[in-house]
């Protein structure tokens, strides 16, 4: 059964969106944002309209919930990860929140009753103290006009967003030159009822019986590449215009499983709302590095020869997908390639030197261990050296990449490599989202192409589709 509150909040946010940020009816005239926060249980993205009052430098926002004895929801979820996305028109924020207290607290809202006296007759009818939050922008992340233009545009036609953005150039200038890593760094800890024995079963269960294909797959070859692969669609949009998935399977550079693959690229074609390419890349030990990565470049190449703007084009890698993928970002920028708009690198290995401390002290039974990867290592590298770029990608310069999505689980022995990437890229000025899914072992979202799919995998390619849908618009319905 719907819900008409819920209904009427989903109504005023397709209004918002298709209107460039204008509400009529009881809204009109007021000054609303989008707030998307994520599940402070989930990690999901929930998106609400929310009435704000410009402030220098920030937005701030009351939690009122209407005068309710409950906070709402979205402040319990800001509070438990304040990294939040603010879509105010013309342009769309990532920001930081915070609660004010004391005097701060106080002196904005007698300045919000000044302006509307609802918000004092919301008090009245509860016990609880109605929390004022404040958001700062710490990134553009999309800007309609363009944010060169973005400024002379607010000026003219929001003069209240200026003052929240005053100062933000000035703070992005001083983050582009390094200084504090949290300006670029986003970690989210995210909880699911799963555990590692329900993904393992869904893994043993999947592997028994492939899940056959959808109906709605689209196995189209839209135009040939240079590397053999397979082209999925559940999108329906061209890539000359949605862009594409590059989709870089794991199997420690040694292994494949086309049926599952295929799969997998229809999940990620549905997810980011845009054609995935499945590529086959030659495996090792007969093809070591850097056979699979040449491959990739070639075909990332060949994708932007073929009209696919680098903007809208998305690589995604598992495991040692990941590696590769990450390796291939040191040769494009190296090349003068335009990079990808969108890295999403999985349970990665950025480390060929084995130094991360979870390695050998993973939290729950992962099935990666030392030897394996000391294995893979020699199988992989050949007698390369092990801490240099592009190979080990942490050992080369992080500087200029695009902005990534790191995905790893919590209980998984290469945690520490997810992190120490992340942690080195945002430093040198990369805009990385970190999520750790708690409790998961090594590439728990290959459980996304199960039947039936446990919750984790829906909340992987939920997380995956909201933090792709700054690129713009697109169908993505997992």
């Given at each position: 059964?719907?819900?008409?509150?819920?209904?009427?909040?989903?109504?005023?946010?397709?209004?918002?969106?298709?209107?460039?940020?204008?509400v009529g009816g009881m809204f009109e005239g007021a000054r609303l944002v989008l707030l998307t926060t994520a599940g402070a249980r989930t990690?999901?993205?929930?998106?609400?309209?929310?009435?704000?009052?410009?402030?220098?430098?920030?937005?701030?926002?009351?939690?009122?919930?209407?005068?309710?004895?409950?906070?709402?929801?979205?402040?319990?979820?800001?509070?438990?990860?304040?990294?939040?996305?603010?879509?105010?028109?013309?342009?769309?924020?990532?920001?930081?929140?915070?609660?004010?207290?004391?005097?701060?607290?106080?002196?904005?809202?007698?300045?919000?009753?000044?302006?509307?006296?609802?918000?004092?007759?919301?008090?009245?009818?509860?016990?609880?103290?109605?929390?004022?939050?404040?958001?700062?922008?710490?990134?553009?992340?999309?800007?309609?006009?363009?944010?060169?233009?973005?400024f002379a545009y607010l000026r003219a036609h929001r003069p209240d967003l200026v003052s929240v953005l005053d100062g933000y150039e000035s703070?992005?200038?001083?983050?582009?030159?390094?200084?504090?890593?949290?300006?670029?760094?986003?970690?989210?800890?995210?909880?699911?009822?799963?555990?590692?024995?329900?993904?393992?079963?869904?893994?043993?269960?999947?592997?028994?019986?492939?899940?056959?294909?959808?109906?709605?797959?689209?196995?189209?070859?839209?135009?040939?590449?240079?590397?053999?692969?397979?082209?999925?669609?559940?999108?329906?949009?061209?890539?000359?215009?949605?862009?594409?998935?590059?989709?870089?399977?794991?199997?420690?550079?040694?292994?494949?499983?086309?049926?599952?693959?295929?799969?997998?690229?229809?999940?990620?074609?549905?997810?980011?709302?845009?054609?995935?390419?499945?590529?086959?890349?030659?495996?090792?030990?007969?093809?070591?590095?850097?056979?699979?990565?040449?491959?990739?470049?070639?075909?990332?190449?060949?994708?932007?020869?073929?009209?696919?703007?680098?903007?809208?084009?998305?690589?995604?890698?598992?495991?040692?997908?990941?590696?590769?993928?990450?390796?291939?970002?040191?040769?494009?920028?190296?090349?003068?390639?335009?990079?990808?708009?969108?890295?999403?690198?999985?349970?990665?290995?950025?480390?060929?030197?084995?130094?991360?401390?979870?390695?050998?002290?993973?939290?729950?039974?992962?099935?990666?261990?030392?030897?394996?990867?000391?294995?893979?290592?020699?199988?992989?590298?050949?007698?390369?050296?092990?801490?240099?770029?592009?190979?080990?990608?942490?050992?080369?310069?992080?500087?200029?990449?695009?902005?990534?999505?790191?995905?790893?689980?919590?209980?998984?022995?290469?945690?520490?490599?997810?992190?120490?990437?992340?942690?080195?890229?945002?430093?040198?000025?990369?805009?990385?989202?970190?999520?750790?899914?708690?409790?998961?072992?090594?590439?728990?979202?290959?459980?996304?192409?199960?039947?039936?799919?446990?919750?984790?995998?829906?909340?992987?390619?939920?997380?995956?589709?909201?933090?792709?849908?700054?690129?713009?618009?697109?169908?993505?319905?997992?």
């Amino acid at each position: 059964m719907s819900n008409p509150f819920v209904d009427f909040q989903q109504q005023v946010i397709a209004e918002f969106r298709a209107h460039c940020g204008r509400v009529g009816g009881m809204f009109e005239g007021a000054r609303l944002v989008l707030l998307t926060t994520a599940g402070a249980r989930t990690g999901r993205p929930h998106t609400v309209p929310v009435g704000f009052l410009p402030d220098s430098g920030r937005l701030l926002v009351i939690a009122s919930a209407g005068g309710a004895d409950r906070h709402p929801a979205w402040f319990h979820n800001l509070v438990a990860h304040p990294r939040v996305t603010v879509e105010t028109g013309p342009v769309t924020l990532e920001a930081e929140a915070s609660v004010l207290d004391g005097d701060e607290r106080a002196e904005i809202w007698a300045r919000a009753v000044e302006s509307d006296p609802g918000w004092a007759d919301y008090q009245r009818k509860t016990s609880r103290v109605i929390p004022v939050v404040a958001l700062r922008p710490v990134r553009i992340v999309h800007a309609d006009p363009p944010e060169s233009d973005l400024f002379a545009y607010l000026r003219a036609h929001r003069p209240d967003l200026v003052s929240v953005l005053d100062g933000y150039e000035s703070r992005a200038a001083v983050a582009s030159g390094g200084g504090d890593p949290e300006v670029h760094l986003t970690t989210h800890r995210i909880a699911s009822p799963d555990t590692y024995e329900t993904v393992q079963a869904s893994v043993v269960g999947m592997f028994e019986k492939m899940p056959p294909l959808p109906e709605d797959a689209d196995t189209t070859e839209l135009f040939s590449l240079p590397a053999p692969g397979r082209w999925v669609d559940a999108s329906k949009c061209r890539p000359r215009e949605a862009g594409v998935v590059l989709y870089v399977h794991g199997g420690g550079f040694e292994q494949s499983h086309a049926e599952m693959e295929q799969r997998m690229a229809y999940r990620l074609s549905r997810a980011a709302g845009r054609p995935a390419f499945n590529l086959d890349y030659s495996l090792a030990p007969a093809h070591p590095f850097p056979a699979a990565h040449d491959e990739v470049v070639a075909t990332y190449r060949a994708l932007l020869d073929q009209g696919v703007p680098a903007e809208r084009t998305v690589l995604f890698g598992e495991s040692a997908g990941a590696t590769i993928i990450l390796e291939v970002l040191h040769t494009l920028r190296a090349e003068g390639v335009p990079l990808p708009g969108a890295v999403v690198p999985v349970s990665a290995i950025t480390d060929f030197t084995l130094a991360s401390p979870s390695i050998d002290s993973p939290a729950g039974r992962d099935p990666v261990t030392r030897p394996m990867l000391d294995h893979i290592l020699g199988q992989y590298l050949n007698g390369l050296p092990n801490d240099r770029a592009p190979q080990s990608p942490l050992h080369g310069d992080l500087s200029g990449l695009p902005r990534m999505l790191m995905m790893a689980g919590g209980d998984e022995a290469l945690l520490d490599d997810s992190r120490r990437y992340a942690e080195a890229a945002a430093k040198a000025g990369v805009d990385v989202t970190l999520d750790v899914y708690e409790g998961m072992p090594h590439a728990f979202h290959l459980t996304a192409i199960a039947d039936p799919r446990p919750p984790v995998s829906d909340t992987f390619l939920q997380r995956l589709s909201s933090w792709l849908s700054a690129d713009g618009p697109q169908d993505r319905s997992a």
